[in-house]
């Protein structure tokens, strides 16, 4: 019988179906990020010796990393940054295709102006030389408003979308709402 080892794995041809660009943000990368904003990283991510901890010790510290590096990304560079840097991760990986969840809606509301968001995104996979599709979200729990204009921001020929998603997060599901 034959046994892959660990080169053999990697020199292989992958795809990826499932990715949220939030979440496979570097913990260098968010430490960078946290000092272009003039943060201290030590105060604003929960690090374990200067990366993510081997192994969660639940769901909700997960969570919590993963809301404190999103709260890092303040500004279009920012995402450019995070979308260029995990294009490079994936191709260095050889993994040849992959679909990205991104969750504009959140930007967004953080006052980032939606053209400028999406610009930087694409700049930064195609920057990246990654095959990458996009998959936008919305919280379910953010509302119909949220899922509308996620939908509204998403039309345009332009941004390049795999597909739209609409998620349940942090335990809620309000799907009555969704079903019509």
Not at 128 to 156: C, F, K, Q, S
Request: charged share 25%; aromatic share 8%; glycine share 10%.
């Amino acid at each position: 019988m034959y046994v892959a080892d660990q080169l053999d794995f990697e020199s292989r041809p992958k795809i990826e179906l499932h990715v949220h660009l939030e979440g496979s943000i570097a913990a260098e990368t968010a430490i960078e990020l946290a000092r272009r904003h003039g943060r201290d990283p030590k105060e604003v991510l929960p690090l374990i010796e200067g990366g993510y901890p081997g192994r969660f010790t639940d769901f909700q510290q997960f969570i919590d990393i993963y809301l404190a590096v999103s709260g890092q990304i303040g500004d279009p560079a920012d995402l450019r940054i995070i979308s260029e840097a995990f294009a490079h991760a994936q191709a260095k990986q050889n993994i040849i295709y992959t679909e990205t969840t991104f969750t504009a809606i959140t930007h967004v509301r953080g006052g980032m102006d939606p053209d400028e968001m999406w610009a930087a995104v694409r700049e930064g996979l195609d920057a990246g030389g990654g095959n990458v599709g996009l998959i936008v979200d919305t919280p379910r729990d953010n509302g119909v408003a949220a899922a509308n204009r996620t939908v509204e921001m998403a039309e345009g020929p332009t941004h390049r979308l795999s597909a739209w998603g609409c998620r349940v997060s942090r335990g809620r599901s309000p799907r009555g709402s969704f079903e019509s």
